[in-house]
């Protein structure tokens, strides 16, 4: 059974630095999709980005492009959120979500993953 677990979500100034983990396990993630998903009070929950594990092509909402960056370690099985240039409208709940996938198209929708990690809380203040 796959699992996802988040951490390094935090409290930091506008303009500052967060680097979220999402750690995987419980299969092999050759064929994999890792998306980032954010939700804000009262608001839907938003694709961030996402990165292919094979080939690690990433996607990236434009509101973050730029400024963060998804990248992959093999040997510890984890997916990184590296956001640089914080802004408060980037506060947040943060999600790592995951998926089977051959291709290397990195779907946005949530519905479309199965696996979740259990969240953590990003807050930008201004």
């Known amino acids: 059974q796959v699992q996802l677990v988040e951490s390094g979500g935090g409290l930091v100034q506008s303009g500052g630095s967060l680097r979220l983990s999402c750690a995987a396990s419980?299969?092999?993630?050759?064929?994999?999709?890792v998306a980032w998903f954010r939700q804000a009070p009262g608001k839907e929950r938003d694709f961030v980005g996402g990165i292919h594990w094979k080939s690690g092509t990433t996607a990236y909402v434009d509101s973050v492009k730029g400024r963060f960056t998804i990248f992959r370690d093999n040997a510890e099985n984890t997916v990184y959120l590296q956001m640089n240039s914080l802004e408060p409208e980037d506060t947040a709940i943060y999600s790592c979500a995951g998926r089977l996938q051959i291709s290397r198209a990195i779907t946005t929708r949530p519905a479309d993953y199965g696996h979740w990690g259990q969240g953590t809380q990003v807050t930008v203040s201004s």
């Open positions: 419980g299969r092999t993630f050759s064929n994999y999709a």
